[in-house]
């Protein structure tokens, strides 16, 4: 089993920053990809930023160049430095963890979610 606990979701004006902290523990497998996923009220969960413990990354068109994701491997942590922060960033954050197992089967995992808030 696998828990995700995020921290660092609050209120901010538009243009500002917040930085999203999520720590994983539990069984983690040695490959697995870590990210952010956000929900909207009344819009579908989407994915923000992942990344593998190599560094390989992907983002969500609407966040390159203001995301910025990182992990530290070795604290299993994931992190999402978001700058430039507009009201449509408003959304309730998900930290993810998918791993394999060692008989091939798949895991997900998630967080309970921290809010964050841009106003106008």
């Known amino acids: 089993q696998v828990q995700l606990v995020e921290s660092g979701g609050g209120l901010v004006q538009a243009g500002g920053s917040l930085r999203l902290s999520c720590v994983a523990s539990g069984n983690i497998a040695s490959v697995n990809r870590m990210g952010w996923y956000r929900q909207a009220p009344g819009e579908q969960r989407e994915l923000v930023a992942s990344?593998?413990?190599?560094?390989?990354?992907r983002y969500a068109d609407s966040v390159k160049g203001r995301f910025t994701i990182s992990r530290d491997n070795d604290k299993n942590t994931v992190y999402l430095q978001m700058n430039s922060l507009r009201p449509e960033d408003t959304a309730v954050y998900f930290c993810?963890?998918?791993?394999?197992?060692?008989?091939?089967?798949?895991?997900?995992?998630w967080g309970q979610g921290t809010q964050v808030t841009v106003s106008s």
């Open positions: 993810n963890l998918f791993q394999w197992g060692t008989d091939d089967s798949n895991f997900n995992y």
């Open positions: 990344m593998f413990r190599d560094g390989n990354a």
